[in-house]
């Protein structure tokens, strides 16, 4: 009897089921962004947003007079954390009126020059994601424009009030779920300047908010926590270590919410004109 060759049957089943994982979505999201580079990208995004914008974020948030605690009180919305955690984040930003006295005229401008360069780089991110050709220099005034739109967006949806019942509660969730969806849909079409459609970018859009709402309660359950040990292990240095972990996660979920959004609006295209030309032969 001759024996059946289920080494080469088996090796066909294996082959045959990496393909189906590489063309599935999730394999699809893997392979653009391990191309992208996506975990590197992440971590520059969160070491140039602690460098470059939040100092700016910080000088702004303290004129704010709706929030008295300035940036920390942003950062602990953001976070979610705990009122044992809300302590040390507080004392790491120091008082909202000490940022405004010691901020000069030139020290301000100087912050936003350098606010400018940290949506420079997100601007990369959304090119490499599209596969689209750096933009020209002209088109800096973008940043300018995107900038201010962080800033509102952060003075509007993150001074939410107090939690109280359970329908201020769903409402203040829903309203700040919607808002941080049209920031980043409207955040893509302005840093790709308006080479790729509104209805291809809905998908990250979306995607994006939602995996934010995911970060959000993913800080409430590990990175609170966290920094109320890491302030009695390393001091203040401990925060700054949660902080920064959290800016790579909110890098990922920017980058990463782009990558599926356009996977997304791919298949979907495919599919669309896949249709179409069956009913056409039809």
Known sequence: ????????????????????????????????GREMELMHRAM???????????????????????????????????????????????????????ALQRTTAFGLAALAVFGLTFGSAVQTGYEK???????????????????????????????????GSALVSAVTAAADLIGTFLFFWASQRLLL??????????????????????????SQLVFSPLIASNAVTYGPFGTVLVVQSWLVGVGVVVYGGAIAGRIVHETRTRRRLERALSEHTL
Do not use: C, Y
């Not at 962080?150 to 949806?157: A, N, P, R, V, Y």
């Open 1 to 32: 009897m001759s024996e059946t060759p289920s080494g080469p049957r088996r090796r066909q089943r294996f082959d045959e089921l990496h393909r189906r994982m590489a063309e599935s979505p999730a394999g699809l999201a893997w392979n653009r």
């Open 129 to 163: 994601v599209w596969d689209l050709p750096t933009a020209r220099w002209h088109t800096m005034w973008r940043h300018v424009v995107w900038l201010a739109l962080l800033i509102l967006f952060l003075m509007t949806f993150v001074n939410t009030p107090e939690p």
């Open 44 to 98: 520059g995004f969160a070491a140039l947003g602690f460098l470059t914008l939040v100092p700016l974020l910080v000088v702004v948030a303290a004129a704010d007079p709706v929030s008295a605690q300035g940036f920390a009180r942003w950062l602990v919305q953001a976070l979610g954390v705990s009122k044992e955690s809300q302590q040390e984040v507080e004392e790491l930003f120091g008082m909202p009126g000490q």
């Open 193 to 218: 300047g308006g080479r790729v459609r509104w209805r291809a970018l809905l998908p990250g859009a979306v995607l994006t908010a939602l995996a934010m709402l995911g970060l959000r309660v993913f």
